[in-house]
């Protein structure tokens, strides 16, 4: 789930004391019940792809306080974006404290409670630093679109954007952690592109380096197969998963 947030800092950064929005755009993913990390874009315009600074927040169950802040939200439900709320609000009462030591690439800001205060600590996420990697030749003649072209519309899943360019809607299939899949995934499709039953790949997108960030297919407005089987299934009064009945004959 995400959440679009726009606060102010209580500070002047602009001419004539000014102030300036500043946006947190937070998402939440779990690790097993007991650790989870939320992503947060700071500082970014929400559409345009690699603007602002990257964070992460990282808290655990603490054990040692059962009223800790971090437990409580773990223990909220992931459905209603409170866990979002609760993050984005804690940030944003960190912010003048903790800004100035914000690292370039991804800032870690691990939560703890401490003799039942909530403290931070701030460090590089190095696990988070991906190292995208190059096009490789037997892809050179696939068409690229810059990634800073783009314009996020919404987050159709975790990987998958429905984006703009040149005025025409896109899905942008993002690079997973597994880089190397998604060179195999644009091969795959890029061998298949005369199949009238494969969809098409209409660029490779790539970064201010020339590295591959994802690629772009067209905009299917039904959304995937499995979207669509889901919803089938639901029409005829079926279970969601595979054990259910045809439901076409």
Same mark, same amino acid.
């Given at each position: ?66 009223? =800790? ?12 974006? /409170? #866990?979002?709320? %609760?993050?984005? !609000? $804690? ?84 690079? =997973? ?12 499709? /890029? #061998?298949?592109? %005369?199949?009238? !039953? $494969? ?51």
């Amino acid at each position: 789930m995400s959440l679009i947030r726009f606060i102010v800092i209580n500070e002047p950064d602009g001419p004539s004391g000014t102030f300036t929005p500043l946006t947190l755009n937070v998402h939440t993913l779990s690790f097993g019940g007991d650790d989870e990390k939320a992503f947060i874009a700071y500082k970014a315009v929400p559409e345009i792809y690699d603007s602002g600074l990257s964070l992460t927040v990282v808290y655990r169950r603490n054990k040692d306080h059962p009223n =800790a802040v971090e437990n409580n939200i773990i223990d909220m439900d992931p459905l209603t974006g /409170d #866990k979002e709320d %609760a993050i984005f !609000y $804690i940030v944003k009462d960190l912010l003048p404290t903790i800004r100035s030591q914000f690292n370039p690439t991804i800032t870690r800001i691990t939560l703890e409670t401490v003799q039942g205060e909530l403290t931070a600590t701030v460090s590089e996420d190095v696990e988070e630093i991906r190292h995208y990697l190059p096009i490789p030749s037997h892809l050179s003649h696939v068409l690229t679109v810059p990634i800073d072209e783009l314009r996020k519309v919404v987050g159709m899943s975790v990987y998958v954007h429905l984006v703009t360019w040149l005025g025409k809607k896109f899905a942008f299939k993002l690079a =997973a952690d597994f880089l190397e899949g998604t060179v195999k995934e644009i091969t795959i499709l /890029d #061998k298949l592109r %005369a199949s009238p !039953y $494969i969809i098409d790949l209409e660029a490779i997108v790539t970064d201010k380096d020339n590295r591959i960030r994802g690629f772009l297919m067209p905009y299917m407005k039904a959304c995937d197969l499995g979207d669509i089987f889901v919803k089938a299934r639901r029409n005829e009064g079926q279970a969601d998963d595979n054990g259910s009945e045809p439901i076409f004959d």
